[in-house]
């Protein structure tokens, strides 16, 4: 079992900067990997970003949206993810979610929200213009 809790989300003005973090706890010797998803109001939850774990197995996982504004890390001796969002656009207005995934397959997908296996209980992002 693992536990996530996110944290770090408010409300700021358009070209702001927040940076959220997802603390795991647990089993998390079993994570392969670390995303981020959202979802804004009546829509369907996106990905964002996702990090191996180990540091390896490539580089970051990035949604065309977000890509040079947004950036995901983790510091494994604290078991702690982060999103530093930067040039933040109203439209980036969500509830954001940690998400891990522990046994990864040949038919993973790290922007495929049915594929993770644990979620954190969301912090919300508000961006005014």
């Known amino acids: 079992q693992v536990q996530l809790v996110e944290s770090g989300g408010g409300s700021v003005q358009a070209g702001g900067s927040l940076r959220l973090s997802c603390a795991a706890s647990?089993?998390?010797?079993?994570?392969?990997?670390m995303a981020w998803f959202r979802q804004p109001p009546g829509k369907e939850r996106e990905g964002v970003a996702a990090i191996y774990s180990d540091g390896g197995g490539g580089s970051p996982y990035y949604a065309d949206s977000v890509k040079g504004r947004f950036t995901i890390s983790q510091e494994n001796d604290k078991n702690t993810a982060y999103l530093q969002m930067n040039i933040l656009k109203p439209e980036d207005t969500a509830m954001y979610y940690c998400a891990a995934k522990m046994v990864v397959t040949s038919s993973f997908r790290l922007s495929r929200a049915d594929d993770y296996d644990y979620w954190g209980q969301g912090t919300q992002v508000t961006v005014s213009s």
């Open positions: 647990g089993d998390t010797y079993r994570i392969n990997y």
